[in-house]
């Protein structure tokens, strides 16, 4: 009834974003931000960044959060640093990586996602005892994170610390006993806990 109403296109996207209908989403998101008096507006662009991310166009949505970063205003975007950051690890981009995380880390250090960011970097640089300490940074500023938990259990069955790693997932399957990758992470533990005798390993190397 109004085809050229921007107010109800607008409606429309975040109408089909919350029922997960990214694919048109994008499209209607592309078209707004092609109008002049709509190619600045930095809500637009976050949400088409959020619709790249779902439709596996990561290389698309850097560059939109790179975009939003870049300018003044970008400087204290939390969220596109946040967004930078997580695709910079999905593309394995370790230097945009490590910037997005060092930026949140000082833009909110009462929030997760900067330590997180930092753990998912160490890790991708095969630290992972510092991944380890920045994920734990991570789950003091969010204690009920079950994936940071989760995280964390995975870091240590990784150092072959399988009792400490036992001990996180299953606090992770706890808070949230229908996510089955925690209930697999936790299946995974206790097999390699059974295949080297039942004995918990608490050091690399080491064994109680």
Same mark, same amino acid.
């Given at each position: 009834l109004?085809?050229?109403?921007?107010?109800?296109?607008e409606d429309?996207? &975040? =109408?089909?974003?919350?029922?997960?209908?990214?694919?048109?989403?994008?499209?209607?998101?592309?078209?707004?931000?092609?109008?002049?008096?709509h190619a600045? &507006?930095?809500?637009?662009?976050?949400? &088409?960044? @959020?619709?790249?991310?779902?439709?596996?166009r990561?290389v698309?949505?850097? @560059?939109? +959060?790179?975009?939003?970063? #870049?300018? @003044?205003?970008?400087q204290?975007?939390?969220e =596109?640093?946040?967004?930078?950051g997580?695709?910079? +690890?999905?593309?394995?981009?370790?230097?945009?990586?490590?910037?997005s995380?060092? &930026?949140?880390?000082a833009?909110?250090?009462?929030?997760?996602e900067?330590?997180?960011?930092?753990?998912?970097?160490?890790?991708?640089?095969?630290?992972?005892?510092s991944a380890?300490?920045? =994920?734990?940074?991570a789950?003091?500023a969010?204690?009920?994170?079950?994936?940071?938990?989760?995280?964390?259990?995975?870091?240590l069955?990784?150092?072959? #610390?399988?009792?400490?790693a036992?001990?996180?997932?299953?606090?992770?399957?706890?808070?949230?006993?229908? $996510?089955q990758?925690?209930?697999?992470?936790l299946?995974?533990?206790?097999?390699?806990?059974? $295949?080297?005798?039942?004995?918990?390993?608490?050091e @690399?190397?080491?064994?109680?």
């Amino acid at each position: 009834l109004a085809p050229s109403d921007d107010v109800v296109l607008e409606d429309l996207i &975040r =109408a089909q974003l919350a029922t997960s209908r990214f694919r048109e989403a994008e499209v209607n998101l592309a078209g707004l931000l092609s109008e002049e008096e709509h190619a600045s &507006r930095r809500d637009l662009q976050h949400m &088409r960044a @959020q619709c790249l991310m779902e439709l596996d166009r990561p290389v698309e949505a850097r @560059q939109t +959060y790179f975009s939003l970063t #870049k300018d @003044q205003a970008g400087q204290a975007d939390i969220e =596109a640093w946040i967004g930078l950051g997580n695709v910079s +690890y999905v593309l394995s981009d370790a230097r945009s990586l490590r910037r997005s995380a060092s &930026r949140v880390v000082a833009l909110a250090p009462e929030r997760h996602e900067g330590y997180s960011l930092t753990a998912l970097w160490f890790r991708n640089q095969n630290d992972n005892q510092s991944a380890l300490e920045s =994920a734990r940074d991570a789950i003091s500023a969010a204690p009920s994170d079950a994936s940071l938990i989760a995280f964390e259990g995975m870091l240590l069955m990784e150092m072959g #610390k399988l009792g400490e790693a036992r001990q996180s997932l299953a606090s992770a399957a706890q808070l949230e006993p229908g $996510n089955q990758t925690f209930r697999q992470l936790l299946g995974d533990v206790d097999e390699l806990i059974a $295949n080297n005798g039942g004995v918990f390993a608490t050091e @690399q190397g080491t064994t109680d």
